[in-house]
């Protein structure tokens, strides 16, 4: 990875998230902890809050001189330029949070620079670590335990030493990043073990928090993207912004094809930022507490929208792929 790939790849993110069709929330004077904002929903969050005035500091393992075992491009530094791009203010800050001394130390430095924090979010997911297709009985013990400590026991350790913090004054909000809601993830098994239970305890513990939190005026949501148009998946399908959509419609009805059909309702991480965004900013937000909810439900609530103008919605378009053919469902009935 060299730093002209990094620009040229934070100049895309940039022009993707360039399209606001009304004016930020505000967010002036709060401060924020992004962990996990190096790619995809984590840096799109970090990039919305700063947009609307928060300071946000951004973590990551990703950096230009040592990139993580992703193997990607993106960088915590590169989220950091993202976000000045966009009028704010960032601190880019490496720390792995399976290390928590390390989590301890960064919520430390939080509290020496700005004496508080008003917005936590949980967002280090663990999906490169999935093996999908594979039993509990063959899955590698080793890669299972990474994928469950990555994504789910960061969340922990980053929430168990900045939630003191953040409940120094009332009006704090944690969102615990996850993949699918509550009632979906409920109904539905999520190709692994390892993958069901990380997923679903990342949404137990925001349900937990949220109790917690409750008595002194916090809010704790647990929030999913519908399928995520990051970074990495467009790598993975071999696409672009500018053809993504176009190759998954030329796959409709084609088995195991990739891009899958079903790629077609999928959103960029911007639409997840701004419903985030917006969730910070109410006044009403702990109408919310310890709730599921999702994207699109949250650009739904505020009346935002995607990048391009639609409201894509994955939680009702991919369960009637299930049992309706693909060619008598209009898609545009689900954005």
């Avoid at 609530?301 to 693909?326: C, K, M, W």
Wanted: glycine share 10%.
């Amino acid at each position: 990875m060299t730093h002209d790939a990094e620009t040229d790849r934070t100049e895309t993110a940039a022009s993707a998230q360039s399209t606001t069709p009304e004016p930020p929330p505000d967010l002036t004077g709060r401060i924020a902890l992004v962990a996990g904002a190096t790619r995809g929903a984590g840096r799109a969050i970090a990039v919305e809050l700063g947009r609307a005035g928060a300071i946000v500091y951004c973590t990551g393992r990703s950096t230009r001189d040592a990139p993580s075992d992703y193997g990607r491009e993106e960088t915590v530094e590169g989220t950091a330029e993202l976000v000045a791009e966009a009028g704010g203010t960032a601190h880019p800050v490496v720390v792995d949070h399976l290390d928590p001394e390390a989590v301890r130390g960064l919520v430390e430095r939080i509290d020496a620079e700005q004496g508080g924090l008003d917005i936590l979010i949980n967002d280090i997911g663990g999906e490169a670590y999935v093996e999908f297709d594979v039993p509990l009985w063959e899955y590698d013990l080793d890669a299972g335990r990474r994928l469950f400590d990555t994504g789910f026991l960061t969340h922990l350790h980053t929430s168990r030493h900045a939630l003191g913090l953040l409940i120094r004054r009332p009006g704090g909000l944690v969102i615990e990043v996850t993949d699918g809601t509550r009632d979906y993830n409920a109904a539905n098994f999520r190709g692994t073990v390892f993958l069901d239970l990380t997923k679903t305890a990342v949404d137990r513990l925001a349900f937990a928090e949220g109790h917690e939190l409750a008595a002194h005026g916090g809010t704790a949501v647990s929030v999913t993207p519908g399928w995520l148009r990051s970074e990495m998946m467009l790598d993975i399908f071999g696409v672009t912004e500018e053809t993504w959509r176009s190759a998954a419609e030329a796959n409709r009805g084609v088995p195991d094809a990739v891009p899958p059909y079903e790629f077609v309702i999928s959103e960029t991480p911007t639409m997840l930022a701004r419903g985030i965004a917006a969730l910070a900013a109410d006044d009403d937000r702990a109408a919310w507490n310890t709730r599921s909810t999702s994207s699109h439900e949250l650009a739904e609530h505020y009346g935002l929208t995607d990048v391009d103008g639609s409201r894509p919605n994955a939680f009702t378009f991919i369960p009637l792929l299930e049992t309706t053919p693909a060619e008598e469902i209009d898609v545009e009935q689900h954005r």
